[in-house]
């Protein structure tokens, strides 16, 4: 499916108040130094307001954004160097833009190249002015209401992003008060005292690239894995696990089975998995959980194919061990750079993030709780994982090339943990013909349908979520 979004306007919205003398610029800290050179995106969708006009909807995001860039004012300033931001209130970018499509088709047929469209820039290349956040706000036909999210990493982290989103959704329901200064030192905070920033050389695995410069062909998918999916990945992993190193580990696993495939098992000889770990509360002091910026930690796991046969169970541990390995002391700069330099053609790494637990469908502007929260976009060799709207599950936006995704769409252990009826309900049926549907191929009764079979199934209406 694509749909066609028409530009209406764009313009520059500035902080209420300008920055004051004490706020005119903001230090990088060694963890913004050494984050992703990207924008970082984030699409939120809302149903139509019965209560409130669509213009006066959109002037209040408008205002509310305003006020809250003067209690986050490095958002609407400029990179001066490589450990300034200069708070010179230049303001972010807001487009509008009108979707001639009714908001439900396009949460049917979800794609990847469909929720870029919906974002202010390609969040892969630099902006003509360096800004630091752009946004955009979508009227769907139906009167439904999309914003989309660019805010640059080198500033902010997933929790970040939340904060910006919650403080602008607060404001907007006047529930702060006019006191800036708390807000402001609960917020951006310097924290070049306990990670000072130094020069080194970025281990950073996303460039900004040039606009026409060609990306490579890369595909999309998203997978759901529900309570019971990841109740049954627990089971196999055979030790205690969170959800999401349960489902982390699953998508790996599968991940290196793919790659191993494309590479007849011979020229790549270790995988990696990388994971960055909130420092918030593992410092001491610990810092306020909204605290702005990177402050964030990435743990690397590694599997050689000198180990054995892949294992699941092995995946898993791996993962908690280098989770319970971080501490402050234990971030070194040197090593990681060194890291960098040596990486060679034996070796494949598979990003990953998790927004699990960040309340990205609490931000209410004031006419309900989102209808859908997703990234906009999604870069190559990558895993991003959010709650489902309910909480009890999660929701796996994964990015390989192309050759890659098309082995690991033909795994069928894979797809025996992956929710079918979520991924049924993407073509507009309902759960009682998607139930009908697995039960019709779970000749066993155990629950674990043949994938390949379901798929069949539903060819004559495409499989949206794996297309």
């Known amino acids: 499916m694509d749909i066609k979004v028409d530009i209406i306007s764009k313009e520059t919205i500035k902080p209420f108040s300008p920055s004051s003398k004490s706020h005119k610029s903001h230090k990088l800290s060694l963890l913004d130094q050494k984050a992703p050179n990207c924008y970082t995106t984030f699409v939120l969708f809302y149903n139509k307001n019965s209560s409130s006009d669509l213009e006066n909807i959109v002037d209040s995001l408008k205002v509310s954004l305003s006020k809250t860039l003067s209690y986050l004012n490095p958002l609407a300033g400029r990179v001066k160097d490589g450990i300034t931001v200069e708070c010179n209130d230049q303001g972010v970018d807001l487009t509008r833009a009108n979707v001639h499509e009714d908001m439900s088709n396009v949460l049917m047929n979800l794609k990847i190249q469909v929720l870029r469209k919906l974002l202010p820039m390609n969040p892969l290349t630099r902006s003509d002015d360096n800004v630091l956040l752009a946004l955009q706000i979508n009227c769907f036909a139906c009167g439904g209401i999309a914003i989309g999210v660019c805010i640059s990493h080198l500033i902010t982290d997933g929790s970040s992003i939340a904060t910006f989103l919650k403080s602008w959704a607060s404001i907007s329901q006047s529930r702060v008060e006019n006191d800036n200064i708390t807000i402001s030192d609960k917020l951006?905070?310097?924290?070049?005292?306990?990670?000072?920033?130094?020069?080194?050389?970025?281990?950073?695995?996303?460039?900004?690239?040039?606009?026409?410069?060609?990306?490579?062909?890369?595909?999309?998918r998203r997978f759901m894995f529900n309570e019971s999916n990841i109740l049954a990945l627990d089971t196999k992993a055979e030790r205690s696990t969170s959800q999401v190193e349960a489902v982390l580990a699953f998508v790996w696993e599968a991940v290196i089975a793919a790659m191993q495939k494309r590479n007849n098992n011979n020229s790549i000889k270790n995988y990696v998995i990388r994971t960055p770990i909130d420092l918030r509360r593992r410092i001491q002091p610990p810092l306020p959980q909204q605290t702005m910026g990177n402050i964030i930690h990435m743990v690397?796991?590694?599997w050689e194919v000198s180990e054995g046969p892949l294992d699941y169970k092995l995946l898993v541990k791996k993962i908690q061990d280098s989770i319970k390995n971080v501490t402050k002391h234990g971030y070194d700069v040197k090593n990681m750079d060194d890291r960098v330099r040596t990486l060679n053609k034996e070796e494949r790494i598979l990003g990953s993030t998790s927004l699990c637990k960040f309340p990205f469908y609490d931000i209410d502007f004031g006419w309900g709780r989102p209808k859908w929260a997703?990234?906009?976009?999604?870069a190559p060799n990558l895993v991003v994982l959010m709650d489902t709207s309910d909480g009890k599950g999660i929701e796996v936006w994964l990015g390989l090339v192309e050759e890659d995704m098309a082995i690991l769409e033909k795994n069928q252990e894979f797809f025996k943990f992956v929710s079918l009826t979520s991924l049924?309900?993407?073509?507009?049926?309902?759960?009682?013909?998607?139930?009908?549907?697995?039960?019709?191929?779970d000749a066993d009764g155990d629950g674990m349908v043949n994938f390949i079979e379901f798929k069949q199934m539903m060819k004559s209406g495409g499989f949206a979520a794996l297309s």
């Open 188 to 220: 951006f905070m310097d924290c070049t005292s306990i990670f000072p920033p130094k020069e080194v050389h970025s281990f950073s695995m996303f460039q900004f690239g040039k606009k026409d410069q060609l990306q490579p062909k890369m595909a999309a």
């Open 374 to 378: 997703s990234v906009g976009s999604i």
């Open 424 to 441: 049924g309900l993407k073509q507009g049926r309902t759960v009682d013909d998607c139930k009908r549907m697995i039960k019709k191929v």
């Open 300 to 302: 690397e796991a590694n």
